[in-house]
């Protein structure tokens, strides 16, 4: 089976500090990982993703994430955040194959909620 | 990137009475389609999954009598919310893949339901 965790309802996060948005994943062979936006009454729009090859991802608006395969994460950041930031954002894994218990289908985590601050 | 479409982007009815929702992708043709369901500051709940001309398979819990999704077309999905009660209000979450092995979905922008 596969899953992914949010530890954090929300970031709280001053404008011109670095951000962080920590993600954790678990599947039963190895992971696609993917780090969506959404801003209040909208659709999630596709930030990044990770399938293969150098473990820092560079993604829209200026983000990044890093897979670390040993701590099975894939922390979203952003050396300097905007209040334009400001959003819902969600982590989502699948496997890459489709052994016992995974699936083509991404499992989403619950969303961290990134307040950036003036 | 790919763009998916979804219409209405809100519409209200009256309780009892059937809403359809409509689902695009503009400019690629989408062989798996998903339905999610928002509720206010929670996560994606996935109500179902579609792929074209075939009968879509429905996550535990979702009554497929209610929720009927069609996948007539490569471009389109609909979500029919059939019998509308208040509880069925939500913002509903459209999104389609291209080939089964691309692994990125793209999201339309949602459709806010209100049932009176």
């Known amino acids: 089976a596969q899953s992914v965790a949010q530890p954090e309802d929300q970031v709280n996060v001053a404008e011109g500090n670095p951000l962080t948005v920590k993600c954790t994943y678990s599947?039963?062979?190895?992971?696609?990982l993917f780090w969506y936006v959404q801003y209040p009454n909208r659709g999630l729009q596709f930030l990044l993703k990770?399938?293969?090859?150098?473990?820092l991802v560079k993604g829209s608006y200026g983000f990044e994430a890093e897979f670390n395969k040993s701590q099975t994460s894939f922390h979203l950041k952003k050396p300097s955040a905007l209040v334009s930031d400001s959003a819902l954002y969600f982590c989502?894994?699948?496997?890459?194959?489709?052994?016992?218990?995974?699936?083509?289908?991404?499992?989403f985590g619950r969303g961290t909620s990134l307040i950036v601050h003036p | 990137g790919a763009v998916v479409s979804q219409h209405p982007s809100r519409v209200i009815c009256k309780s009892g009475t059937s809403v359809k929702i409509e689902c695009r992708s503009l400019?690629?043709?989408?062989?798996?389609m998903f339905w999610y369901r928002q509720f206010p500051k929670q996560s994606l709940m996935l109500m179902a999954t579609?792929?074209?001309?075939?009968?879509?398979?429905?996550e535990q819990g979702v009554e497929k009598d209610k929720f009927l999704i069609n996948h007539a077309s490569l471009t389109l999905s609909t979500l029919t919310v059939t019998s509308a009660h208040p509880e069925d209000s939500s913002f509903y979450i459209c999104?389609?893949?291209?080939?089964?092995?691309?692994?990125?979905?793209?999201f339309g922008p949602g459709t806010r339901l209100t049932v009176t």
């Open positions: 999104s389609a893949r291209e080939l089964a092995g691309v692994v990125e979905q793209y």
């Open positions: 599947v039963s062979g190895n992971p696609y």
């Open positions: 990770y399938i293969t090859g150098d473990n």
């Open positions: 989502a894994v699948r496997d890459i194959g489709i052994p016992p218990g995974g699936s083509y289908i991404p499992t």
């Open positions: 400019d690629f043709q989408a062989t798996t």
């Open positions: 579609s792929n074209e001309g075939s009968k879509a398979t429905y």
